[in-house]
Structure formats: structure tokens, C-alpha cells
T-cell receptor, first 114, second 110 residues
Framework: NAGVTQTPKFRVLKTGQSMTLLCAQDMNHEYMYWYRQDPGMGLRLIHY???????AKGEVPDGYNVSRLKKQNFLLGLESAAPSQTSVYFCASSYGAGGLYEQYFGPGTRLTVT | AQSVSQHNHHVILSEAASLELGCNYSYGGTVNLFWYVQYPGQHLQLLLK??????LVKGIKGFEAEFIKSKFSFNLRKPSVQWSDTAEYFC????????FGTGTRLQVFP
């Protein structure tokens, strides 16, 4: 099992450009999540999905869109990147939503917006 | 709204020293509690979790944590740290969503 993979690993964007981050998991997990990690702020939930075809807003959804067309993939889009979106983005997945279900994290994508 | 506080932002220890990292949360209902570790350049990994039963939870690599409900705390401990424990440690609390603390950076020197 590859677990949770993310592409790309690094990206530099200019303000106003768009991009899509791809998350893939091979564990047949129903739930998938996108977080951003900023110094001194821990991880904050951007969007999440409770199953194929569903998405929901997390704590900091503004400026991002997501799609879950296939169960194994969860895409995070930035339509018009801003310097405030410079961050490390982590994808995670879990089998269920309850506390028994551990979230498995991907290796992260470091995004810089200039 | 639930929140998680980690009061130690940066901890520096020598090898073999004992470690205790604080974690407090605010939520009155039933919660599940987690500690995650992020080694330099790597993704988050689960150290240990509590969801019910014995409030003293043992995790990987010699770590343990104690859930004290009356204090809304879930502190992480290790009796003797190693250089390889250098990492960032995140406490997380889950009721309907998983909320992370801001993290504690631990540096262990030989």
C-alpha cells in the first residue's frame, strides 16, 4: 500500500495563478481531508469529504475549492492564488469519522505564492 | 467551540531527560484525544490515542499520555528522550471534527 500520496511536492505560484493539488489514497477510505499547516497555528481543516461525490467546508475554506469525483482521489483547487495561501498542505484520509478511526496523512505539498 | 492548547511551543532537552508536553482542551462533551508526531521533513504519524477505558495510554516509541478529565488535559510523557525524538508534536481533539493544537517543537541534543 502506498497509503496517502500527494502531488506535487513543491510548487511556486505567482499571485492570481491557479493550480490543483491531487491527493490519492489506496486504503478504500470513505473520508478525506485537506489541511493547511502554518507556523504557530498547527493544522487547520480547509475542506473534507465524507464519501465519493460529497464535500464540506472546514475551518478555513475561503479561496479553495475541492472535488471528490472518485473515492480514492480528493482534489484541492486554488482559483486565484494569494500570498496568504503560502503554506504546507496536507491531505489525510480515514475509514470513518468516529474517534476510533485514525487519520492517515500524506507527505505534504509546500506551496509558495509570490 | 472546541479548542486545543499546547502551552509549550519549543522545548529543548538533553538525551535521557524526561519529557512532558502539555495539552488542554475545551469541550464539555465526549472527546477522543490524539497525539501526532511530525519528524523533520515527514508527514504526521499517530503516536497514541485515547477514546475510552484506562486513562493512561501507551503509544509507540515509549511515549505515553494521561487523560485527566477533571483538568481537560491529555499530557504526553516519555521518561527518557533520545536524539531521534526531535520532532514537532501535535495534540488533537475530536468530537465532530478533529481539531489540532499549535504544536510543540522538541529538540533533543546528544
Amino acid at each position: 500500500n502506498a497509503g496517502v500520496t500527494q502531488t506535487p511536492k513543491f510548487r511556486v505560484l505567482k499571485t492570481g495563478q491557479s493550480m490543483t493539488l491531487l491527493c490519492a489514497q489506496d486504503m478504500n477510505h470513505e473520508y478525506m481531508y485537506w489541511y493547511r499547516q502554518d507556523p504557530g497555528m498547527g493544522l487547520r481543516l480547509i475542506h473534507y469529504s465524507v464519501g465519493e461525490g460529497t464535500t464540506a467546508k472546514g475551518e478555513v475554506p475561503d479561496g479553495y475549492n475541492v472535488s471528490r469525483l472518485k473515492k480514492q482521489n480528493f482534489l484541492l483547487g486554488l482559483e486565484s492564488a494569494a500570498p496568504s495561501q503560502t503554506s504546507v498542505y496536507f491531505c489525510a484520509s480515514s475509514y470513518g469519522a468516529g474517534g476510533l478511526y485514525e487519520q492517515y496523512f500524506g507527505p505534504g505539498t509546500r506551496l509558495t505564492v509570490t | 467551540a472546541q479548542s486545543v492548547s499546547q502551552h509549550n511551543h519549543h522545548v529543548i532537552l538533553s538525551e535521557a531527560a524526561s519529557l512532558e508536553l502539555g495539552c488542554n482542551y475545551s469541550y464539555g462533551g465526549t472527546v477522543n484525544l490524539f497525539w501526532y508526531v511530525q519528524y523533520p521533513g515527514q508527514h504526521l504519524q499517530l503516536l497514541l490515542k485515547y477514546f475510552s477505558g484506562d486513562p493512561l495510554v501507551k503509544g509507540i516509541k515509549g511515549f505515553e499520555a494521561e487523560f485527566i478529565k477533571s483538568k481537560f488535559s491529555f499530557n504526553l510523557r516519555k521518561p527518557s528522550v533520545q536524539w531521534s525524538d526531535t520532532a514537532e508534536y501535535f495534540c488533537a481533539v475530536k468530537s465532530d471534527k478533529l481539531i489540532f493544537g499549535t504544536g510543540t517543537r522538541l529538540q533533543v541534543f546528544p
